[in-house]
């Protein structure tokens, strides 16, 4: 869909395509849809790109050690 779409385009034949999407929210385009960028995981079904506890990569998150146990030296809420 066009949600998250900030810049769409409609074609000679009446399809709408998205060019550009809102970034500030996290998401980017690819193939002519918005979607989460790598790191960040589609929370609210294309509404809001949150940060994924667990998957291995620090986007906004204090730590991130690839799993969600605690007692490890990271939280299962990414915690320090």
Known sequence: GLQNCIFAERLANGTVICNLCDLSKKFVLQNE??????????????????DL????????????????????????????
């Open 53 to 80: 506890c667990g998957d291995g990569k620090i986007m906004t998150d204090q730590c991130d050690d690839g799993n969600t146990q605690n007692n490890d030296g990271c939280s299962n809420k990414c915690k320090l």
């Open 33 to 50: 849809v918005c979607v989460c960028m790598d790191g960040y995981h589609d929370r609210d079904n294309n509404r809001v790109c949150v």
